[in-house]
């Protein structure tokens, strides 16, 4: 009988106390079942200011980062394994849970293997092995990527169109990747609410790889609702602009529909920027340090990121000897189209060491925008999990050790009011 009162008891309690209490949820995984039990508490926390109050806009948010997968792999004399994913400390998903069939349940039927190559709020863009063997392997096939989009909000995975891209750009693996979402690729001062859960969210993909020449990249955009690829189109010459170094970060960084990746000129590096709606392209001088500034050994490649804002893209380098990262921030001078402007130095955060411990050689090896998280492996072989808003370095090696082997990490993390609004129903505008 302790139940039906229980029950009873609970829906009597007035709106605005049931929202405290569910204010006051810390596990966002206990927050959904929660919304899941009735349907008042379900409007209740799928309401936009609920959301917006537990998740604030314009912050950071540890819980957003779900975990990462091995990217890069170091050892030349062994063929690099399909990564596992490593859940981050204190995750939702929790030690020994399967990351895709979690979150997308139906795409473990769809393909055997995957490997992530590019992740935007929510969209996971994947590389995956057809059924029946693997083509890239045994050479039957080595011009073809099979690509698929799994939305991790809506849990549904669609298989794209095979890419023909290029002998020399797959076999060399010199392509890089974009996922974009319908509001990235909807015009600026638009921001459409996310179509009903039964029909397929709008996304788009965008790969760059070199073309068969080798003389140039070529640009690939898939639109969802279209049949094929459209045709590849000129992207940059490396021979006009004397940039000759290969792509330093192909997972892309996205920001207000324009796409960016890190390219390194052997002395400077660059930030490509490629406009989706427009096709426009443009490079930006990062303000990291030149060899001739400063011995190489002493701070890491600086990486791409985008501010707590959204809107704004940063460059972060980590210092090796004095443990610091410092952040840059790309202030456009007016225009439009973002081409003009200037970098600025915003700050240093200062990276605080675990108690009684030595920390050499640290390496930056993947960034979480959403979480304002930075992975580091230092000493050959510890990892340590940075947060850049209190400098605090907290070791993850023993969790982590199925990133053993692996130059760089790939972050998935997930934007929580979306996929509450998208797995519950309400108005959503990402």
Same mark, same amino acid.
């Given at each position: 009988?302790?139940?039906? +009162?229980?029950?009873?008891?609970? =829906?009597?309690?007035?709106?605005?106390?049931? &929202?405290?209490?569910?204010?006051?949820?810390?596990?966002?995984?206990?927050?959904?079942?929660?919304?899941?039990?009735?349907?008042?508490?379900?409007?209740? @926390?799928?309401?936009?200011?609920?959301?917006?109050?537990?998740?604030?806009?314009?912050?950071? #948010?540890?819980?957003?980062?779900?975990? *990462?997968?091995?990217?890069?792999?170091?050892?030349?004399?062994?063929? =690099?394994?399909?990564?596992?994913?490593?859940?981050?400390?204190?995750?939702?998903?929790?030690?020994?849970?399967?990351?895709?069939?979690?979150? $997308?349940?139906?795409?473990?039927?769809?393909?055997?293997?995957?490997?992530?190559? =590019?992740?935007?709020?929510?969209?996971?863009?994947?590389?995956? $092995?057809?059924?029946?063997?693997?083509?890239?392997?045994?050479? !039957?096939?080595?011009?073809?990527?099979?690509?698929?989009?799994?939305?991790?909000? /809506?849990?549904?995975?669609?298989?794209?169109?095979?890419?023909?891209?290029?002998?020399?750009?797959?076999?060399?693996?010199?392509?890089?990747?974009?996922?974009? !979402?319908?509001?990235?690729?909807?015009?600026?001062? @638009?921001?459409?609410?996310?179509?009903?859960? +039964?029909? +397929?969210?709008?996304?788009?993909?965008?790969?760059?790889?070199?073309?068969?020449?080798?003389?140039?990249?070529?640009?690939?955009? *898939? /639109?969802?609702?279209?049949?094929?690829?459209?045709?590849?189109?000129?992207?940059?010459?490396?021979?006009?602009? %004397?940039? *000759?170094?290969?792509?330093?970060?192909?997972?892309?960084?996205?920001?207000?529909?324009?796409? #960016?990746?890190?390219?390194?000129?052997?002395?400077?590096?660059?930030?490509?920027?490629?406009?989706?709606?427009?096709?426009?392209?443009?490079?930006?001088?990062?303000?990291?340090?030149?060899?001739?500034?400063?011995?190489?050994?002493?701070?890491?490649?600086?990486?791409? /990121?985008?501010?707590?804002?959204?809107? !704004?893209?940063?460059? &972060?380098?980590?210092?090796?000897?004095?443990?610091?990262?410092?952040?840059?921030?790309?202030?456009?001078?007016?225009?439009?189209?973002?081409?003009?402007? #200037?970098?600025?130095?915003?700050?240093?955060?200062?990276?605080?060491?675990?108690?009684? %411990?030595?920390?050499?050689?640290?390496?930056?090896?993947?960034?979480?925008? %959403?979480?304002?998280?930075?992975?580091?492996?230092?000493?050959?072989?510890?990892?340590?999990?940075?947060?850049?808003?209190?400098?605090?370095?907290?070791? $993850?090696?023993?969790?982590?050790?199925?990133?053993?082997?692996?130059?760089?990490?790939?972050? @998935?993390?997930?934007?929580?009011?979306?996929?509450?609004? #998208?797995?519950?129903?309400? +108005?959503?505008?990402?």
């Amino acid at each position: 009988m302790r139940a039906p +009162k229980a029950t009873a008891a609970a =829906a009597t309690l007035p709106e605005d106390v049931v &929202l405290e209490i569910l204010a006051r949820v810390p596990d966002v995984a206990d927050l959904f079942r929660c919304a899941a039990a009735c349907k008042r508490w379900r409007v209740l @926390v799928v309401d936009r200011p609920f959301l917006r109050r537990r998740w604030p806009e314009h912050a950071r #948010h540890p819980s957003s980062l779900l975990g *990462f997968f091995g990217q890069d792999w170091w050892r030349e004399d062994v063929p =690099a394994p399909l990564p596992d994913f490593v859940p981050a400390p204190r995750s939702v998903l929790g030690p020994g849970r399967p990351f895709l069939s979690s979150f $997308v349940p139906g795409a473990a039927g769809l393909f055997d293997r995957t490997v992530p190559l =590019a992740s935007n709020r929510g969209l996971l863009l994947v590389r995956y $092995v057809p059924r029946g063997g693997d083509p890239r392997i045994d050479g !039957t096939e080595p011009s073809v990527d099979h690509l698929a989009v799994c939305n991790l909000l /809506s849990g549904t995975c669609e298989v794209l169109p095979p890419l023909q891209c290029g002998w020399f750009s797959n076999y060399l693996d010199t392509s890089a990747y974009a996922v974009l !979402t319908g509001a990235d690729c909807c015009p600026r001062s @638009v921001h459409p609410p996310c179509p009903p859960a +039964k029909k +397929k969210s709008l996304f788009m993909v965008l790969v760059i790889g070199i073309n068969q020449d080798g003389m140039r990249y070529d640009l690939h955009t *898939f /639109s969802s609702g279209e049949p094929s690829w459209s045709a590849p189109t000129k992207c940059f010459n490396p021979i006009e602009h %004397r940039i *000759f170094g290969p792509i330093m970060q192909r997972d892309a960084v996205v920001r207000r529909g324009t796409v #960016h990746w890190l390219l390194w000129d052997m002395v400077n590096f660059h930030a490509l920027n490629v406009d989706a709606i427009t096709g426009r392209v443009s490079l930006h001088m990062l303000p990291a340090p030149r060899p001739q500034d400063l011995v190489r050994c002493m701070y890491d490649n600086p990486r791409l /990121s985008v501010a707590a804002d959204g809107t !704004t893209l940063s460059s &972060l380098c980590l210092f090796r000897e004095d443990l610091t990262v410092e952040m840059w921030t790309w202030r456009d001078d007016g225009d439009d189209d973002g081409e003009r402007g #200037h970098w600025r130095r915003d700050r240093v955060v200062e990276l605080r060491r675990p108690k009684q %411990r030595q920390i050499d050689g640290p390496l930056c090896m993947c960034m979480g925008e %959403r979480s304002g998280t930075m992975l580091v492996r230092a000493d050959g072989r510890c990892i340590y999990l940075a947060d850049l808003e209190s400098g605090v370095l907290e070791e $993850v090696t023993d969790q982590f050790c199925g990133l053993a082997g692996w130059k760089t990490a790939f972050p @998935v993390e997930i934007d929580w009011p979306a996929f509450f609004t #998208h797995r519950l129903g309400g +108005k959503s505008t990402v």
